[in-house]
Structure formats: C-alpha cells, structure tokens
T-cell receptor, first 115, second 114 residues
Framework: AQSVTQLDSHVSVSEGTPVLLRCNYS??????LFWYVQHPNKGLQLLLK??????LVKGINGFEAEFKKSETSFHLTKPSAHMSDAAEYFC?????????????FGAGTRLAVHP | DAGVIQSPRHEVTEMGQEVTLRCKPI?????LFWYRQTMMRGLELLIY????????DSGMPEDRFSAKMPNASFSTLKIQPSEPRDSAVYFC????????????FGQGTRLTVV
C-alpha cells in the first residue's frame, strides 16, 4: 500500500538558515512523489515532483528534494529560508491504479520562519 | 487558463440547511477530486471522478453528502442537512488523468455551519 509519513508536524527556522522538511514513503513499486505548499487561506500549489527521472528534483522558490530509494525518503530542502516560505507543506505519493491517479497526502508540516 | 474555480469562497449557513459547493475544473482535465480539510483530520479525499463518473466515494462521510458531475466542466458537492461538524475548507482539484500527473487545486470554499 502507498503511504507517506511526514516526520515533523512543525518546523521553525530563522530567516536565512536552511530548511529541511522530512518525508518517508511506503510503496509497493517505484513511486511518484510530490511536494505541495499551502499558504494561509490559500489553495495547494505544486512545489515539485519526482516521477522516476532525476533523483534530485528542483522546484519553485528555490526548493529541491532528493529521492532516496534506499532510505525510502523524499525530504524537501532549501538553502536559505525567506519569511514568505512560512506555510504548510504536504508530501504526496501517487497511487495509479486502474487508470486513475489517487493522491495520498501526508499529515503536513507547518513551517514557521522567524526574523 | 483560469485554473480550478470554486464557488462560493465562503459560506455561512445554519444547521439543517442545504449547502451546495461548486467547482469548475481546468478544461481538458478528466479527473476531478473533492477534498475536505480540517485541523483535526487534515486533508481527506471525499470522492473522485474520472470522465464524469464517480470512481471512489469511500471518503464521503455519510449519506448527507452527495456529489455530482453532470458534465466535464462542472461538479457539485452537496450537504443536506448540514451540521456544525461539517465546518471545514472544501477543495476541488482536477488532473489530466495520465499516470503520475499532479492535481491542480482550487482556492477552496470555507464552510461554517452554525
């Protein structure tokens, strides 16, 4: 069965310091994995996606994630946090079965960025 | 493209009233999803459609909830009668439907049942 676990419900960093949001997945086959971001009172926006091409994936706003099969991880990183990065981040695995995509969301990680 | 369009953005209603949430997916997308988001339960998939046909409605909480997709450009989620515990943000999302493609989300409808 497909599932994702986001290891931290809250992460707090100072502006200018690195960001690390952790995600582990469970999949019976090679998965497709996404990160979405949700700013307060907004919808969800795709940050980046991995679909079995390059294992290091670059996304919008300076974020990137690395797919590590040996660790079943897909952690999201950014070298230097901005105040505007404060949001909730969701790791997502796709279940593609019977011709249909089903997105399976992690519980989310709320990122706070302090001056 | 304007993206996924949901209406209304906010809805306040009294307990027992019928509520209808509306969604216009991105043109050409053949998969449509309804999600509910609450602090307690996070994001829950309620139902999804493919080519206007409901494929999986196992996430619909109870018979008070129903969803329809009469054509490729319109879907509704109805709650009748509404209850305070239905208060949440409801998101609609659409996807091209090919393997491993992302879903595009609307801005959501914030529902408050008093």
């Amino acid at each position: 069965a497909q599932s994702v676990t986001q290891l931290d419900s809250h992460v707090s960093v100072s502006e200018g310091t690195p960001v690390l949001l952790r995600c582990n997945y469970s999949s019976s086959y090679s998965p497709s994995l996404f990160w979405y971001v949700q700013h307060p009172n907004k919808g969800l926006q795709l940050l980046l996606k991995y679909t079995s091409a390059a294992t290091l994936v670059k996304g919008i706003n300076g974020f990137e994630a690395e797919f590590k099969k040996s660790e079943t991880s897909f952690h999201l990183t950014k070298p230097s946090a901005h105040m505007s990065d404060a949001a909730e981040y969701f790791c997502v695995v796709i279940l593609f079965s019977g011709g249909y995509n089903k997105l399976i969301f992690g519980a989310g990680t709320r990122l706070a960025v302090h001056p | 493209d304007a993206g996924v369009i949901q209406s209304p953005r906010h809805e306040v209603t009294e307990m027992g009233q019928e509520v209808t949430l509306r969604c216009k997916p991105i043109s050409g997308h053949n998969s449509l999803f309804w999600y509910r988001q609450t602090m307690m339960r996070g994001l829950e998939l309620l139902i999804y459609f493919n080519n206007n046909v409901p494929i999986d409605d196992s996430g619909m909480p109870e018979d008070r909830f129903s969803a329809k997709m009469p054509n490729a450009s319109f879907s509704t989620l109805k709650i009748q009668p509404s209850e305070p515990r239905d208060s949440a943000v409801y998101f609609c999302a659409s996807s091209p439907g090919q393997a491993n493609t992302e879903a595009f989300f609307g801005q959501g409808t914030r529902l408050t049942v008093v």
